[in-house]
């Protein structure tokens, strides 16, 4: 099943409860909540805190989407990021593939990035929660084909990818980019850019190509959120409004 939720960072001026009223009122199903300033990372009482106001209205826990990046070291640790998890509730840990592209990072780097992620990977499986990496530019995911790779190099059914359209990508490539990817899908990030100026839209201006990543999304086994990343100049109302778009697409 396909369910329809937040990613918190969306709305970072904003306080945890005024998420969640804005997600309860928009009608979705789940949040994704950040790690950098609603649920900080080793803050065990706040991500108890969100935890609660999440369940009271209703909401489900759709992720926890760490800041951690594979195999850099450093803060935070993993240790103080799944602790937040398991607090929050989160089945789900989002984190980075290093914070190198595939271009600018050599077979060491590489390495780094995948023993730790087996690291992490087996350290979260104790606890039944999973991890999906980020599919993002100046990291190993930054290409569907470095990220497939890392995958494979893993080898753990507990590390899947989410996945998002490059916005300077053309429908073909990004559908192409989404059929590699299916088998190891976790969840997708919502949004809609002009390609040349990467200035936000409404959601609604991208129903044609949106259609089509649902269509393919649908096609995947289990269930995923399709969560809303980022809207027109960051404004709540462009996010209901979104979120209208969003639910009757699922519909």
């Keep these: 099943m396909v369910k329809s939720g937040l990613v918190s960072v969306t709305f970072r001026k904003l306080k945890p409860r005024e998420v969640v009223d804005l997600v309860a009122q928009a009608k979705l199903t789940g949040i994704e909540w950040g790690g950098d300033i609603h649920v900080p990372h080793g803050d065990k009482a706040r991500a108890r805190e969100t935890a609660k106001m999440t369940k009271e209205a209703g909401l489900k826990v759709a992720a926890y989407g760490s800041y951690y990046y594979a195999g850099q070291g450093g803060s935070p640790s993993f240790e103080e990021v799944l602790d937040s998890a398991l607090e929050l509730g989160a089945p789900l840990i989002r984190i980075w593939a290093g914070k190198k592209s595939p271009a600018e990072a050599d077979a060491a780097d590489r390495k780094k990035v995948v ?21 993002h530019n100046n990291t ?9 790779q890392l995958l494979k190099e893993i080898g753990s059914g507990n590390v899947r990818t989410y996945w ?10 990004n559908l192409r980019s989404l059929d590699t990817v299916l088998p190891w899908l976790a969840h997708v990030h919502c949004y809609q850019w002009d390609a040349a100026t990467n200035v936000r839209l409404a959601l609604e201006q991208g129903e044609s190509e949106w259609k089509q990543y649902l269509a393919r999304i649908r096609k995947a086994a289990g269930d995923r959120y399709v969560m809303i990343e980022f809207v027109k100049d960051d404004s709540p109302e462009a996010f209901l409004r979104d979120a209208a778009t969003l639910r009757k697409w699922l519909a």
Excluded: C, N, W, Y
Aim: hydrophobic share 50%; net charge negative.
């Design 164 to 173: 998002q359209p490059h916005s300077k990508d053309a429908l073909a490539g």
């Design 140 to 148: 190993l995911t930054e290409t569907t084909e470095s990220a497939v």
């Design 115 to 135: 023993d730790d992620a087996i690291r992490i990977a087996d350290m979260a499986a104790e606890r039944k929660v999973a991890l999906a990496f980020e599919f």
